[in-house]
T-cell receptor
Framework: GAGVSQSPSNKVTEKGKDVELRCDPI?????LYWYRQSLGQGLEFLIY????????KSGLPSDRFSAERTGGSVSTLTIQRTQQEDSAVYLC??????????????FGPGTRLTVL | AQTVTQSQPEMSVQEAETVTLSCTYD???????LFWYKQPPSRQMILVIR??????QNATENRFSVNFQKAAKSFSLKISDSQLGDTAMYFC?????????FGPGTRLSVLP
Protein backbone atom coordinates (compact mmCIF):
# COMPACT_ATOMS: atom_id res chain seq x y z
CA GLY A 1 0.00 0.00 0.00
CA ALA A 2 0.94 3.65 -0.23
CA GLY A 3 1.28 4.22 3.49
CA VAL A 4 1.39 2.64 6.89
CA SER A 5 -1.89 1.02 7.82
CA GLN A 6 -3.15 -0.02 11.22
CA SER A 7 -6.07 -2.11 12.32
CA PRO A 8 -8.46 -1.90 13.93
CA SER A 9 -8.96 1.86 13.90
CA ASN A 10 -10.93 1.63 17.13
CA LYS A 11 -11.01 -1.06 19.77
CA VAL A 12 -13.18 -1.16 22.86
CA THR A 13 -12.45 -3.93 25.34
CA GLU A 14 -13.17 -4.90 28.90
CA LYS A 15 -10.60 -4.72 31.64
CA GLY A 16 -8.64 -7.94 31.89
CA LYS A 17 -9.04 -8.97 28.26
CA ASP A 18 -6.14 -9.33 25.81
CA VAL A 19 -5.97 -7.21 22.66
CA GLU A 20 -3.91 -7.36 19.49
CA LEU A 21 -3.13 -4.33 17.39
CA ARG A 22 -1.79 -4.71 13.88
CA CYS A 23 0.55 -2.58 11.81
CA ASP A 24 1.36 -2.95 8.12
CA PRO A 25 4.44 -0.86 7.31
CA ILE A 26 5.35 0.56 3.96
CA UNK A 27 6.71 -2.17 1.73
CA UNK A 28 10.50 -2.30 1.85
CA UNK A 29 10.82 -0.39 5.12
CA UNK A 30 13.10 -2.23 7.49
CA UNK A 31 12.49 -0.17 10.63
CA LEU A 32 9.20 -0.22 12.51
CA TYR A 33 8.21 1.71 15.63
CA TRP A 34 5.32 1.56 18.05
CA TYR A 35 4.24 4.57 20.12
CA ARG A 36 1.27 5.42 22.24
CA GLN A 37 -0.38 8.66 23.13
CA SER A 38 -2.44 8.77 26.28
CA LEU A 39 -5.01 11.54 26.70
CA GLY A 40 -3.26 14.84 27.18
CA GLN A 41 0.20 13.32 26.90
CA GLY A 42 2.87 13.29 24.24
CA LEU A 43 3.85 10.32 22.18
CA GLU A 44 5.53 7.59 24.23
CA PHE A 45 8.01 5.32 22.50
CA LEU A 46 7.24 1.63 23.09
CA ILE A 47 9.34 -0.62 20.87
CA TYR A 48 11.47 -0.52 17.77
CA UNK A 49 12.33 -3.19 15.19
CA UNK A 50 15.23 -2.92 12.75
CA UNK A 51 15.44 -5.67 10.17
CA UNK A 52 16.07 -9.04 11.77
CA UNK A 53 17.84 -7.63 14.81
CA UNK A 54 16.49 -8.13 18.29
CA UNK A 55 13.94 -5.39 18.97
CA UNK A 56 14.60 -2.50 21.31
CA LYS A 57 11.99 -3.06 24.01
CA SER A 58 13.21 -0.36 26.33
CA GLY A 59 9.98 1.63 26.14
CA LEU A 60 7.51 -1.12 26.96
CA PRO A 61 5.71 -0.02 30.15
CA SER A 62 5.20 -3.50 31.62
CA ASP A 63 5.50 -7.20 30.85
CA ARG A 64 1.86 -7.20 29.77
CA PHE A 65 3.03 -5.54 26.56
CA SER A 66 4.76 -7.49 23.82
CA ALA A 67 5.27 -7.12 20.11
CA GLU A 68 6.45 -9.23 17.27
CA ARG A 69 7.26 -8.66 13.67
CA THR A 70 6.77 -11.56 11.32
CA GLY A 71 8.87 -11.89 8.20
CA GLY A 72 10.29 -8.42 8.67
CA SER A 73 6.99 -6.85 7.69
CA VAL A 74 3.71 -6.91 9.61
CA SER A 75 3.89 -6.23 13.33
CA THR A 76 1.46 -7.07 16.11
CA LEU A 77 1.39 -5.30 19.45
CA THR A 78 -0.25 -7.43 22.14
CA ILE A 79 -1.51 -6.13 25.45
CA GLN A 80 -2.46 -8.82 27.95
CA ARG A 81 -4.86 -8.36 30.84
CA THR A 82 -5.69 -4.83 29.76
CA GLN A 83 -6.06 -2.09 32.36
CA GLN A 84 -7.94 1.18 32.11
CA GLU A 85 -4.68 3.09 32.01
CA ASP A 86 -3.86 1.29 28.75
CA SER A 87 -6.53 3.40 27.04
CA ALA A 88 -4.71 5.49 24.45
CA VAL A 89 -4.03 5.90 20.77
CA TYR A 90 -1.40 3.43 19.60
CA LEU A 91 0.65 4.62 16.65
CA CYS A 92 2.88 2.66 14.34
CA UNK A 93 5.54 4.15 12.08
CA UNK A 94 8.03 2.75 9.61
CA UNK A 95 11.16 4.04 7.98
CA UNK A 96 13.41 2.82 5.21
CA UNK A 97 16.11 2.01 7.73
CA UNK A 98 17.41 3.48 10.94
CA UNK A 99 20.06 6.09 10.43
CA UNK A 100 20.66 9.71 9.58
CA UNK A 101 19.00 10.76 6.32
CA UNK A 102 17.19 7.44 5.97
CA UNK A 103 15.08 7.44 9.07
CA UNK A 104 12.17 9.61 8.00
CA UNK A 105 9.27 7.99 9.76
CA UNK A 106 5.91 7.53 8.16
CA PHE A 107 3.10 7.18 10.60
CA GLY A 108 -0.10 5.20 10.45
CA PRO A 109 -3.40 6.70 11.59
CA GLY A 110 -3.32 4.89 14.91
CA THR A 111 -5.60 2.56 16.81
CA ARG A 112 -7.73 4.12 19.53
CA LEU A 113 -7.96 1.65 22.40
CA THR A 114 -10.57 2.10 25.10
CA VAL A 115 -10.52 -0.18 28.11
CA LEU A 116 -13.76 -0.13 30.07
CA ALA B 1 -6.95 12.79 1.33
CA GLN B 2 -5.61 14.46 4.40
CA THR B 3 -1.94 15.34 4.30
CA VAL B 4 0.69 17.21 6.23
CA THR B 5 3.62 18.79 4.41
CA GLN B 6 6.89 19.93 5.89
CA SER B 7 8.83 21.44 3.04
CA GLN B 8 12.18 21.72 4.84
CA PRO B 9 13.82 18.29 5.26
CA GLU B 10 16.80 19.83 7.07
CA MET B 11 17.56 23.12 8.73
CA SER B 12 20.32 24.55 10.86
CA VAL B 13 20.50 27.55 13.16
CA GLN B 14 23.14 29.17 15.30
CA GLU B 15 22.78 28.85 19.04
CA ALA B 16 20.72 31.71 20.54
CA GLU B 17 19.14 32.62 17.21
CA THR B 18 15.56 32.13 16.07
CA VAL B 19 14.36 29.56 13.56
CA THR B 20 10.96 28.87 12.02
CA LEU B 21 9.85 25.44 10.81
CA SER B 22 7.04 25.37 8.30
CA CYS B 23 4.05 23.07 8.13
CA THR B 24 1.00 23.04 5.92
CA TYR B 25 -1.85 20.60 6.00
CA ASP B 26 -4.91 19.73 4.04
CA UNK B 27 -8.15 18.64 5.62
CA UNK B 28 -11.84 19.13 5.20
CA UNK B 29 -12.40 18.75 8.92
CA UNK B 30 -13.43 21.76 10.95
CA UNK B 31 -12.53 20.42 14.37
CA UNK B 32 -9.05 19.04 14.90
CA UNK B 33 -5.88 19.43 16.92
CA LEU B 34 -2.44 20.38 15.64
CA PHE B 35 0.82 19.31 17.22
CA TRP B 36 4.53 19.78 16.98
CA TYR B 37 6.60 16.87 18.27
CA LYS B 38 10.34 16.73 18.82
CA GLN B 39 12.25 13.49 18.50
CA PRO B 40 15.86 13.42 19.71
CA PRO B 41 18.11 10.41 19.02
CA SER B 42 16.57 8.60 21.99
CA ARG B 43 13.47 8.14 19.77
CA GLN B 44 11.19 9.39 22.51
CA MET B 45 8.63 11.69 20.94
CA ILE B 46 8.28 14.84 23.00
CA LEU B 47 5.25 17.05 22.66
CA VAL B 48 6.44 20.57 22.01
CA ILE B 49 3.20 22.44 21.54
CA ARG B 50 -0.41 21.86 20.59
CA UNK B 51 -3.13 24.02 19.12
CA UNK B 52 -6.87 23.53 19.00
CA UNK B 53 -8.19 24.46 15.58
CA UNK B 54 -11.13 26.36 17.00
CA UNK B 55 -8.85 28.70 18.95
CA UNK B 56 -7.62 31.74 17.08
CA GLN B 57 -4.95 32.61 19.60
CA ASN B 58 -1.55 31.17 18.77
CA ALA B 59 -0.21 28.70 21.32
CA THR B 60 3.01 29.51 23.17
CA GLU B 61 5.22 27.37 25.39
CA ASN B 62 8.27 29.18 26.70
CA ARG B 63 10.67 29.53 23.73
CA PHE B 64 8.28 27.78 21.36
CA SER B 65 5.40 29.47 19.60
CA VAL B 66 3.25 28.79 16.59
CA ASN B 67 1.80 30.88 13.81
CA PHE B 68 -1.53 29.25 13.10
CA GLN B 69 -3.27 30.43 9.96
CA LYS B 70 -6.42 28.34 9.70
CA ALA B 71 -7.64 29.71 6.38
CA ALA B 72 -4.24 29.07 4.83
CA LYS B 73 -3.92 25.71 6.66
CA SER B 74 -0.52 26.69 7.89
CA PHE B 75 0.99 25.86 11.28
CA SER B 76 4.60 26.99 11.60
CA LEU B 77 6.78 26.56 14.69
CA LYS B 78 9.10 29.31 15.89
CA ILE B 79 11.93 28.46 18.24
CA SER B 80 13.48 31.48 19.92
CA ASP B 81 16.89 31.58 21.61
CA SER B 82 17.80 28.19 20.11
CA GLN B 83 19.71 25.82 22.38
CA LEU B 84 21.94 22.86 21.56
CA GLY B 85 19.35 20.58 23.13
CA ASP B 86 16.84 21.63 20.50
CA THR B 87 18.72 19.52 17.94
CA ALA B 88 16.22 16.86 16.86
CA MET B 89 13.67 15.81 14.28
CA TYR B 90 10.52 17.89 14.43
CA PHE B 91 7.20 16.48 13.30
CA CYS B 92 4.07 18.43 12.56
CA UNK B 93 0.82 16.50 12.97
CA UNK B 94 -2.87 16.90 13.20
CA UNK B 95 -5.34 14.71 14.96
CA UNK B 96 -8.98 14.18 14.27
CA UNK B 97 -11.27 11.62 15.84
CA UNK B 98 -10.30 9.01 13.26
CA UNK B 99 -6.58 9.26 13.88
CA UNK B 100 -3.33 11.06 13.33
CA UNK B 101 -1.69 12.44 10.23
CA PHE B 102 2.00 13.23 10.53
CA GLY B 103 4.31 15.23 8.31
CA PRO B 104 7.65 13.79 7.16
CA GLY B 105 9.65 15.78 9.66
CA THR B 106 12.34 18.45 9.62
CA ARG B 107 15.80 17.68 10.95
CA LEU B 108 16.99 20.69 12.94
CA SER B 109 20.61 21.14 13.91
CA VAL B 110 21.58 23.84 16.39
CA LEU B 111 25.17 24.88 15.84
CA PRO B 112 27.44 26.16 18.63
Amino acid sequence: GAGVSQSPSNKVTEKGKDVELRCDPISGHTALYWYRQSLGQGLEFLIYFQGNSAPDKSGLPSDRFSAERTGGSVSTLTIQRTQQEDSAVYLCASSLMAGVNTDTQYFGPGTRLTVL
Amino acid sequence: AQTVTQSQPEMSVQEAETVTLSCTYDTSESNYYLFWYKQPPSRQMILVIRQEAYKQQNATENRFSVNFQKAAKSFSLKISDSQLGDTAMYFCAFMKPEGFVFGPGTRLSVLP
